[in-house]
């Protein structure tokens, strides 16, 4: 086999692992065999006293609820962490599906703004009032007609006034 | 694939940008009216219900019959017609739209003869009057509606 270091001996000869003959070497090897006596007492009073003390204390009820959720939550993030790695393996937004996600979207948003702008009411009144650009009587029929214009804003009519025109006999106005 | 996608992004495409621009087929109403003082008035021909107060407080007289009127649906705004009486007639002739409504060359004749030329952008809601010769103890009225 192979020698042992003293290290692993001493350990082992506090812990009562030696078998008889190794026990009897390593005492007979010892400088102080009662300081070492001594020692390993210590160590086995100090071994005790950990026992004792490091025993696991029993939990209040908020405790156990604490350690239960806890263990719960270590549980689920374990389980998660596969899951998020498939994920990103095979993700469900193929360069397809988002073209055709994207295109569908389109369409629905046009199909939508069409049918607001239909329904929406086309105002009832233009900013704009007719406008007369010129206006021209010829002089040789009606030498002393003139031309005016005029808008009435409230009521949104332009009227060319045009006086001086030959009156004309009543039988003019039939259909 | 990558085709029939582009096509459909195109069509999308056309179809946001042309509908909400279409211009809707509108009527242009003319009419020749005699305008005249009656103790007894006759009912406003339907067209002009919402003018009759405007033309009342504006020539001062309370009844108004129609004596030639046209309609007509302008598509491109380039048409052309005729509103004619006996004696008169209103030719209209479209120029194209303008920013809210039509150019137009009025021309009013009284048998063959003009009396009156005019050019004018008509908009919409906003009627075009004019007043025509004195015909007995009445007037004449040229009117243009945009409906």
């Not at chain 1, 937004?93 to 389109?106: M, V």
């Amino acid at each position: 086999m192979f020698m042992k270091t003293f290290e692993e001996n001493w350990t082992a000869w506090v812990d009562g692992k030696l078998s008889d003959a190794e026990r009897a070497e390593f005492e007979a090897s010892l400088d102080d065999r009662v300081a070492a006596e001594a020692e390993k007492n210590q160590a086995h009073k100090l071994g005790a006293l950990l026992r004792e003390q490091l025993q696991p204390r029993a939990m209040g009820n908020e405790e156990f609820f604490h350690h239960q959720l806890r263990g719960r939550i270590a549980a689920e993030m374990k389980e998660s962490v596969p899951r998020r790695a498939t994920a990103a393996r095979e993700s469900w937004w193929t360069i397809r599906r988002l073209l055709w996600t994207g295109a569908s979207s389109l369409a629905l948003f046009a199909v939508c703004t069409f049918f607001v702008m239909r329904e929406k009411p086309t105002p009832s009144q233009s900013q704009y009032l007719t406008q007369i650009l010129n206006a021209r009587v010829d002089p040789n029929v009606s030498p002393y007609a003139t031309v005016s214009i005029f808008q009435t804003k409230q009521d949104r009519v332009t009227v060319l006034w045009v006086d001086g025109l030959k009156s004309l006999p009543p039988e003019y106005a039939t259909k | 694939m990558c085709c029939r996608l582009l096509v459909f992004a195109a069509g999308l495409g056309l179809f946001c940008v042309v509908i909400p621009g279409a211009r809707a087929d509108e009527n242009v109403w003319s009419g020749l009216v005699v305008a005249t003082n009656a103790a007894h008035q006759t009912p406003t021909p339907p067209e002009m219900h919402q003018l009759r107060e405007t033309l009342q407080r504006t020539f001062g007289y309370n009844q108004f019959e129609v004596i030639g009127q046209s309609r007509k649906v302008l598509q491109t705004g380039e048409e052309n017609w005729l509103a004619s009486s006996k004696h008169f007639s209103l030719h209209v002739d479209a120029r194209g739209p303008s920013r809210d409504g039509y150019r137009l060359r009025l021309q009013l004749f009284q048998d063959r003869q003009v009396l009156l030329e005019t050019d004018a952008t008509l908009s919409k809601s906003s009627p075009l009057v004019i007043k025509g010769p004195q015909i007995g103890a009445g007037q004449l009225l040229l009117l243009l509606v945009v409906q």
